[in-house]
């Protein structure tokens, strides 16, 4: 079952978590399997983080590599809200003829 999971840290700066980003990079984890959306939100000195995670399993593993970056960096993510999703709405993706995609290439070629 697909799960949200919202994280609102006392303070996390946008600095703070763009730094979180690039050490998960770096550990492999950057786009960890099982996660199929993640955002950052809020005001730059105060970000709160919402992701989706096709399950806990799946979100768990993830646990393992970024508790240790967090500590890393002396965040404390507090404890997340973990929720069943009821619904996940994800847009269709926009469909072009080949014709149509032949005639953005050879306009985007001539710029």
């Given amino acids: 079952m697909a799960i949200g999971v919202y994280f609102a840290p006392a303070a996390m700066s946008a600095a703070q978590y763009d730094e979180c980003i690039k050490l998960l990079k770096k550990a492999g ?3 960890p399997a099982g996660r199929s959306y993640h955002a950052a939100f809020g005001p730059r000195e105060k970000l709160m983080v919402f992701d989706v995670w096709t399950s806990q399993t799946a979100f768990d593993k993830f646990g393992k590599t970024l508790m240790p970056v967090l500590q890393q960096l002396g965040l404390d993510a507090g404890q997340p809200m973990v929720m069943p999703l009821h619904k996940v709405i994800v847009p269709t993706a926009k469909v072009t003829s080949p014709r149509k995609q032949a005639k953005a290439s050879a306009r ?3 710029r």
């Fill in 108 to 110: 985007r070629k001539k």
């Fill in 29 to 31: 984890a950057g786009n």
